[in-house]
T-cell receptor, first 115, second 112 residues
Framework: NAGVTQTPKFQVLKTGQSMTLQCAQDMNHEYMSWYRQDPGMGLRLIHYSVGAGITDQGEVPNGYNVSRSTTEDFPLRLLSAAPSQTSVYFC??????????????FGQGTRLTVV | DQQVKQNSPSLSVQEGRISILNCDYTNSMFDYFLWYKKYPAEGPTFLISISSIKDKNEDGRFTVFLNKSAKHLSLHIVPSQPGDSAVYFCAAKTSGTYKYIFGTGTRLKVLA
């Protein structure tokens, strides 16, 4: 039972490079989301998805793209990396239980440095 | 516009004593609140939650209190243990949505 798996764990990019952060979950959760954690800023929502083919923007979406072609996967794309995107990125998934609220499950994180 | 605020960046408590972590929110549409614990180099892990129809929820050493009129919640840890040393995030959401809004976190240090 892997839960939410993020790859890679660490990445260094040069300014202007592009890359994709991978996120996969094996719990058949409908809802997936990406957060970034920065010192003093907490966890800020980048993008989220309520199901395959449906995505929406969070609090800090600029510079990032997402797509959701399957229930299991929710990749985050950095189109042209900037130093301001240096951060720790977390993917999370959650589900509805008969309309009741439930918790979100997080991956281990990807530490990204843009130089 | 910080909808969920944790005004204490850090807290130190002696082992065996009570730890009280506080959280305030501004959005009156929030009706579900969660606490997460995060160790270095790991993802946040769920600790305890409370629905707005309750004012208290207890799970072992952890109790969350909700004061809706003050838009305030708190997490009590009794007794505190050195293994509780971590960053604690509170989060909030509105039923029917799947956007969890997090606070900035409080670093708890439990001194042996």
């Amino acid at each position: 039972n892997a839960g939410v798996t993020q790859t890679p764990k660490f990445q260094v990019l040069k300014t202007g490079q592009s890359m994709t952060l991978q996120c996969a979950q094996d719990m058949n959760h409908e809802y997936m989301s990406w957060y970034r954690q920065d010192p003093g800023m907490g966890l800020r929502l980048i993008h989220y998805s309520v199901g395959a083919g449906i995505t929406d923007q969070g609090e800090v979406p600029n510079g990032y793209n997402v797509s959701r072609s399957t229930t299991e996967d929710f990749p985050l794309r950095l189109l042209s990396a900037a130093p301001s995107q240096t951060s720790v990125y977390f993917c999370a998934s959650s589900y509805s239980r008969g309309g009741w609220n439930t918790e979100a499950f997080f991956g281990q994180g990807t530490r990204l440095t843009v130089v | 516009d910080q909808q969920v605020k944790q005004n204490s960046p850090s807290l130190s408590v002696q082992e065996g004593r009570i730890s009280i972590l506080n959280c305030d929110y501004t959005n009156s549409m929030f009706d579900y609140f969660l606490w997460y614990k995060k160790y270095p180099a790991e993802g946040p892990t769920f600790l305890i939650s409370i629905s707005s129809i309750k004012d208290k929820n207890e799970d072992g050493r952890f109790t969350v209190f909700l004061n809706k009129s003050a838009k305030h919640l708190s997490l009590h840890i009794v007794p505190s243990q050195p293994g509780d040393s971590a960053v604690y995030f509170c989060a909030a959401k509105t039923s029917g949505t799947y956007k969890y809004i997090f606070g900035t976190g409080t670093r708890l240090k439990v001194l042996a």
